[in-house]
């Protein structure tokens, strides 16, 4: 196997002239780094930029300005088959009419390799996708998750720099997704391939992901560790859209060593901070619903949702005005309350991210 | 494969379920009944008719007429001729249909509105309007052959005139299929390729072609039905190249050999038939692009010079040619002689007026006539098709069609035999021809009504009867109005087609009803290709009238039937 490569991106931007002349801003000035051998994925609502990035990486959309590089060479400029990359589709854009050996050997018969070694290389990754009985099928015999194993195969044969996933397994049912984006990432991590991967289901990109680029209207809104997306947001948006979040308001009354202290309605809570804040500075505060703690009397709310998931369960309170959700873990044998109860509340203080 | 009795007991019993359900629906069951009877007495019928011809010599059964015409050594060269026309008229204008095809769905290339109409103008146009301005310009006169080139001797009239004409044509019916599969196919699957490590080159040798392989080859074969089934280019600039269609016509009613004739007709008929048969069942169901199902998103049209400049000069000079081949007919209709004396003149119109207006009448009569009850028949035969269960479906389902690939002369042939004596005697009535305007043009609206009833979940038309609405009250309330545009457009289609008809109703014109291209067809055969171009040009105003007054009123309805040649 090639040794996997970096992919930089330098003040990529790209912007369409729809037909009526109207211009739409798709990529808006992106930089980023994607290590060798790095699982990174680009997470986002539709529209944000995200798969227009990636086709430029592909070389299927050229960037209106800007830089990318694969490895040390800027590959802005060149078509797709002059590129180290290869692609695995949303609807796997297997080839009809060829079978699956065929549709793997395929790119190495563009390249002219000899025929023992696109035998012996299609064969070995065959075996390694546990797909040896399935070479002489063709894609119409296959179902989705067939498919696109073999998709993924002829990604991987090519033993590309870069490896790229344009919403993979979305057409896949949810039972067959999971295991699925387990594959993937085991594969991956065997193989040790730089991999960029679009997807919009966060659950998907926080299981897979080594780095989770969050993007939105065409820029990166943070980038990180599925951790730190998911516990240190940047802002509101990355709060809301990466899992549930309750954002309070709240003003800082000064510094406790390395903690910041925070006052939420009239109680204080003591909670680390990655920025500096001025005392008496307004904020907004992220809570996640399991961050709260039922059965605590820092503040009494009306309950106005009350529902039994299993694992769970999940309330809804009305928090000075403000809806708020409220998750409690493993509810067996603690106190259920109803609709219209009251509930004594309080925040974990490590589970308080000041925005 | 055999049948258990207990299943055969199974399937007699649920046949006879469909009877007692249907018994209780009266009206519906009064339709079926009429339509099986239609649809036997007017397609199957009049080919049992010829096959019986055929096959009895002196009231025996004998291959005797099948033997004379084979003595002749005219006929193998005329089955030949037929053939090899068909060959090459199918490989060009498939080649032709692909350029256009792939222009318009794969590259970044101006006016192709404009292309897309030329290509299909000559669907939707009158016969003989091409063969008439190939004589105005390749004929003895023609202006290119005598006018530019000095030619004393040139003869249109024979092999490459018939290509030329039937392939601008013909090259249509290729382009329409081929330009909706390549539109479907899925623009990721060449991605794929291209990320891969293909050049558009390859891409195109290795993923586009081989996908389009099934296409081009059904393509192939639906011109090449179309090739051989024609009767009126043939006719009027076959020359001495003869084949089977127009043979058909000059051994039954020229030579008076209605034996030969119905043998002959047999031949053809097989022969469309079963290509028909090929296309259908064979070809038509290895189809690529139904594997991959919907485009996921546009694709990223081709815009590099190099390879859409050369396709851009190549498919603007046909459709430049096409587009003249147009006007030439209407200025032919004024030009006073035509390779002689080039002034403005009335004389043309004025003989076809002298001549008598009837033929431009009745025909217009007819056609109008001819519409409403193709049109609704066609809709009810689909709708049957699609929602009912009765004894006979597949009967009708496969008889409607098969009627695609009856070749025009064998069916009119079929008619002068059937409907010559009692107890129905229809030839030289207006009904007659009605009725094979009606049947030429059913068909196609038949396919287009049941293509758009299987878009409709049938659970519509369920909700509707079970609000109380009866069969006949469910499809005039619901049905007809959610299949609205496919019914209009066979409208217009049925009235198109039987305004241009000629290879069926050549056999059924007679003193007291004349049609249009009937006489166009014998000012051609006199060489009065003036008057030919004003009849012509008379047909082509009222079928621009009477399709643009149909399309104004249904766009004020809210129709769009601008995908007519869908």
Same mark, same amino acid.
């Given at each position: 196997m090639k040794s996997p490569k970096q992919v930089h991106l330098e003040n990529l931007n790209k912007t369409f002239i729809t037909s009526g002349r109207d211009k739409v801003v798709a990529v808006n000035d992106i930089n980023l780094k994607i290590e060798p051998g790095e699982f990174a994925t680009m997470l986002g609502p539709s529209g944000c930029g995200k798969t227009t990035t990636l086709r430029m990486i592909a070389g299927f959309e050229m960037p209106t300005s800007g830089n990318v590089y694969?490895?040390?060479?800027?590959?802005?400029?060149?078509?797709?088959?002059?590129?180290?990359?290869?692609?695995?589709?949303?609807?796997?854009?297997? #080839?009809?009419?060829?079978?699956? #050996?065929?549709?793997?050997?395929?790119?190495?018969?563009?390249?002219?390799?000899?025929?023992?070694?696109?035998?012996?290389?299609?064969?070995?990754?065959?075996?390694?996708?546990?797909?040896?009985? #399935?070479?002489?099928?063709?894609?119409?015999?296959?179902?989705?998750?067939?498919?696109?194993?073999?998709?993924?195969?002829?990604?991987?044969?090519?033993?590309?720099?870069?490896?790229? #996933?344009?919403?993979?397994?979305?057409?896949?049912?949810?039972?067959?997704?999971?295991?699925?984006?387990?594959?993937?990432?085991?594969?991956?991590?065997?193989?040790?391939i730089t991999s960029i991967y679009v997807t919009h289901d966060q659950e998907e990109a926080m299981a897979m992901s080594d780095k989770v680029i969050i993007m939105n209207n065409g820029i990166i809104e943070q980038q990180g560790s599925p951790q730190e997306i998911y516990q240190r947001p940047i802002n509101e948006f990355v709060a809301n859209f990466i899992g549930r979040a309750n954002i309070l308001d709240g003003r800082i009354k000064g510094k406790n060593g390395d903690s910041v202290i925070v006052d939420i309605h009239g109680v204080e809570y003591s909670t680390t901070a990655n920025k500096s804040f001025e005392a008496g500075q307004e904020v907004r505060v992220v809570i996640r619903p399991e961050g709260v703690i039922v059965g605590k009397n820092d503040f009494v709310v009306k309950v106005e949702k009350s529902v039994f998931m299993g694992q769970n369960h999940e309330y809804g309170v009305d928090f000075f005005g403000v809806g708020m959700e409220i998750s409690e873990n493993n509810p067996t044998g603690k106190t259920i309350y109803r609709i219209g109860d009251q509930m004594g509340i309080g925040f974990e203080a490590r589970a308080l991210h000041i925005l | 494969m055999v049948l258990k009795t207990s299943d055969r007991k199974l399937r007699l019993k649920t046949e006879i379920d469909y009877i007692k359900k249907n018994m209780r629906d009266p009206i519906l069951m009064v339709t079926i009944l009429g339509v099986i009877a239609i649809?036997?007495?007017?397609? /199957?019928?009049?080919?049992?008719?010829?096959?019986? %011809?055929? /096959?009895?010599?002196?009231?025996?059964?004998?291959?005797?007429? &099948?033997? %004379?015409?084979?003595? /002749?050594?005219?006929?193998?060269?005329?089955?030949?001729?037929?053939? &090899?026309?068909?060959?090459?008229?199918?490989? =060009?204008?498939?080649?032709?249909?692909?350029?256009?095809?792939?222009?318009?769905? &794969?590259?970044?290339?101006?006016n192709k509105k404009i292309f897309n109409a030329i290509a299909i103008l000559p669907m939707v146009s009158p016969p003989f309007v091409i063969a008439l301005s190939t004589i105005l310009l390749f004929g003895r006169n023609g202006f290119i052959t005598r006018g530019i080139l000095g030619m004393r001797e040139a003869n249109v009239y024979g092999l490459n005139g018939l290509i030329l004409v039937q392939t601008l044509t013909f090259f249509p019916v290729a382009y329409l299929l081929l330009v909706g599969l390549l539109k479907s196919i899925d623009p990721s699957v060449e991605e794929a390729a291209r990320d891969l490590g293909a050049s558009r080159g390859e891409v195109f040798r290795s993923i586009t072609l081989p996908l389009m392989v099934p296409g081009l080859a059904n393509a192939f074969l639906l011109v090449f039905i179309q090739s051989i089934a024609d009767f009126g280019n043939p006719m009027v600039i076959g020359g001495n190249y003869t084949t089977l269609a127009v043979q058909i016509y000059l051994q039954g009613i020229g030579n008076y050999d209605i034996g030969g004739g119905t043998a002959l007709a047999i031949i053809l008929l097989m022969i469309s038939t079963t290509i028909f048969m090929v296309?259908?069942?064979?070809?038509?169901?290895?189809?690529?692009?139904?594997?991959?199902?919907?485009a996921s998103r546009a694709r990223e049209l081709i815009d590099s010079p190099e390879i859409t400049r050369p396709v851009y000069i190549i498919v603007l000079g046909l459709s430049v040619f096409v587009g003249l081949m147009y006007i030439l007919v209407p200025i032919g209709a004024f030009i006073k002689l035509w390779g002689a004396d080039y002034s403005f003149s009335l004389n043309h119109f004025k003989y076809v007026i002298n001549l008598g207006m009837k033929p431009i009448k009745d025909t217009t009569f007819l056609s109008l006539m001819a519409t409403p009850i193709s049109g609704i /028949?066609?809709?009810?035969?689909?709708?049957?098709?699609? *929602?009912?269960?009765?004894?006979?479906?597949?009967?009708? %389902?496969?008889?409607?069609?098969?009627?695609?690939?009856?070749?025009?002369?064998? =069916?009119?042939?079929?008619?002068?035999?059937?409907?010559?004596?009692?107890?129905?005697?229809?030839?030289?009535?207006?009904?007659?021809?009605?009725?094979?305007?009606?049947?030429?043009?059913?068909?196609?609206?038949? *396919?287009?009504?049941?293509?758009?009833?299987?878009? =409709?979940?049938?659970?519509?038309?369920?909700?509707?009867?079970?609000?109380?609405?009866?069969?006949?009250?469910?499809?005039?309330?619901?049905?007809?109005?959610?299949?609205?545009?496919?019914?209009?457009?066979?409208?217009?289609?049925?009235?198109?087609?039987s305004m241009t008809l000629v290879s069926t109703v050549i056999f059924l014109v007679s003193a007291r009803y004349n049609l249009l291209t009937a006489a166009i067809m014998n000012q051609i055969d006199v060489g009065k290709i003036g008057v030919a171009s004003a009849y012509s040009t008379i047909l082509i105003l009222i079928v621009a009238v009477v399709v643009w007054t149909m399309q104004f009123i249904l766009s004020k309805l809210g129709i769009d039937i601008s995908d007519i040649e869908g």
């Open positions: 694969i490895g040390e060479e800027n590959v802005a400029n060149k078509t797709p088959d002059k590129r180290d990359t290869a692609m695995v589709f949303q609807n796997y854009a297997l #080839f009809p009419h060829m079978n699956v #050996f065929d549709n793997i050997a395929y790119g190495l018969k563009i390249l002219k390799r000899p025929k023992t070694e696109i035998k012996e290389r299609v064969e070995r990754i065959l075996k390694m996708m546990k797909m040896e009985d #399935f070479s002489e099928r063709v894609p119409a015999q296959m179902s989705g998750g067939q498919q696109q194993r073999v998709s993924l195969a002829r990604a991987l044969v090519m033993e590309p720099g870069v490896l790229l #996933f344009d919403e993979p397994l979305s057409n896949l049912d949810a039972k067959l997704r999971i295991h699925m984006r387990d594959e993937i990432r085991k594969i991956q991590q065997n193989v040790g | 649809v036997f007495l007017f397609i /199957l019928y009049p080919l049992i008719i010829i096959l019986k %011809e055929s /096959l009895y010599y002196k009231n025996t059964l004998s291959l005797y007429h &099948y033997k %004379e015409i084979f003595r /002749l050594s005219s006929t193998k060269e005329i089955l030949w001729n037929t053939v &090899y026309l068909g060959l090459i008229v199918s490989v =060009i204008s498939t080649a032709i249909g692909f350029l256009f095809a792939y222009a318009s769905a &794969y590259l970044k290339i101006p296309q259908k069942y064979y070809v038509g169901k290895k189809s690529y692009v139904t594997v991959t199902g919907k /028949l066609a809709m009810i035969i689909a709708f049957l098709i699609v *929602r009912k269960k009765f004894l006979g479906k597949s009967f009708v %389902e496969m008889t409607t069609m098969l009627a695609l690939a009856i070749p025009g002369t064998v =069916i009119g042939l079929g008619y002068v035999l059937s409907y010559n004596t009692k107890p129905l005697v229809l030839t030289g009535t207006a009904t007659i021809l009605i009725i094979a305007f009606v049947m030429r043009s059913m068909p196609i609206g038949i *396919r287009a009504g049941i293509a758009a009833l299987q878009q =409709i979940d049938p659970s519509i038309e369920e909700a509707a009867n079970v609000l109380g609405a009866s069969s006949s009250k469910v499809f005039t309330s619901v049905t007809i109005p959610m299949i609205r545009p496919a019914f209009f457009s066979g409208l217009v289609y049925t009235f198109v087609r």
